[in-house]
């Protein structure tokens, strides 16, 4: 209990450190050695840092744009005009509401479609089942919530960017978010053309402004309290696994916000002799060439490799 007490603490800020590789490569081992690899590193740990990207809701079915969004946002597009911005729904986000009713209109849709009620959850769990037996945490970037849903507790995870499920003061006023998923329903129930009747307009309960989805994309960007908790466990379980054997599984992280997860992942392999990288995704598992055998990346369809990766890990077990 000392010891754990007494060790220095790593903060996420500290931890947001590394920079872009200039010695990039795409491993050239043929994929069903690459997975035995990955397979044995796993095997070998005591513990697991997964880090999740937005490949990895994309890789377990989760759709944003294409057909999806056609089928689920032909209400908008016909009042807004497809342009630039009704085409997905990360595009879509950005567009200029012209007040309040129909900005919530448009987002309490997209956040139940993207969170709330979003099930793609069988590839997660299939990882999390081959994972039994290891201690995992997970850092994500995505706002969905699927790990949790596939049986991840919560006290094992952090979501860094934010929640589909919460809102916030537009100003941050008060460290304080809000869960929103039932007023979304009800917006959901009486939308009218595009918009909410006002009496539904959520506004922030201290300053009175408007209130914005809890997701990070200014410097409002609330940390409430269950943020700051999860900052905390995930710093504790950085000191414990700084210590052990200890694999970092990368999932579809790309370039979009490199500084969260892959960077940071690479500078501890590179700094701790005990530490593995394992990078997945579909066409940006290039890894640092000087982290030589103690990293992988896998280039492929990640529900296939998570799912072969799986399936060793299972296999073992039974042996
Ligand atoms: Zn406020």
């Excluded at 007490?5 to 069903?32: H, M, V, W």
């Excluded at 959850?121 to 919530?145: Q, R, V, W, Y």
């Excluded at 402004?209 to 269950?226: A, C, I, S």
Aim: proline share 4%; with cysteine; hydrophobic share 35%.
């Amino acid at each position: 209990m000392f010891s754990r007490n007494t060790k220095k603490k790593t903060r996420f800020s500290d931890f947001l450190t590394g920079e872009y590789a200039r010695d990039y490569i795409n491993q050239d081992t043929p994929y069903d050695a690459q997975i035995e690899q990955a397979a044995a590193l796993i095997r070998d740990a005591e513990y697991v840092l997964i880090g999740a990207g937005a490949g990895m809701s994309t890789a377990a079915g989760a759709e944003y744009g294409g057909k999806f969004f056609e089928e689920h946002f032909a209400e908008f597009q016909k009042i807004y005009g497809k342009g630039p911005y009704m085409q997905d729904m990360y595009s879509a986000g950005f567009y200029p509401f012209p007040d309040q009713e129909s900005k919530w209109g448009y987002w309490s849709h997209q956040a139940l479609l993207a969170g709330a009620d979003l099930d793609v959850t069988p590839l997660h769990k299939t990882l999390l089942e081959a994972l039994k037996g290891k201690k995992i945490f997970l850092l994500s970037t995505n706002a969905d919530h699927q790990f949790e849903k596939a049986g991840l507790p919560a006290e094992q995870i952090f979501q860094t960017q934010g929640s589909y499920n919460l809102i916030q003061c537009k100003r941050g006023c008060h460290p304080k978010t809000y869960n929103a998923v039932a007023l979304f329903r009800q917006m959901e129930n009486e939308r009218k053309d595009g918009k909410i009747p006002s009496k539904l307009v959520p506004k922030c309960p201290v300053c009175g402004r408007d209130m914005e989805m809890n997701l990070r994309v200014d410097n409002y960007f609330v940390e409430d309290e269950n943020w700051h908790a999860a900052e905390d466990r995930f710093s504790r379980f950085l000191s414990e696994c700084k210590d052990g054997k200890t694999v970092l599984l990368e999932l579809g992280v790309g370039f979009n916000t490199p500084t969260i997860i892959r960077f940071p992942f690479e500078k501890l392999t590179r700094e701790y002799e005990n530490i593995r990288l394992v990078r997945l995704s579909r066409s940006k598992a290039m890894v640092p060439a000087n982290l030589g055998e103690r990293a992988v990346g896998i280039n492929a369809d990640m529900a296939r490799s998570i799912t072969d990766i799986s399936e060793k890990l299972r296999g073992c077990e039974k042996e």
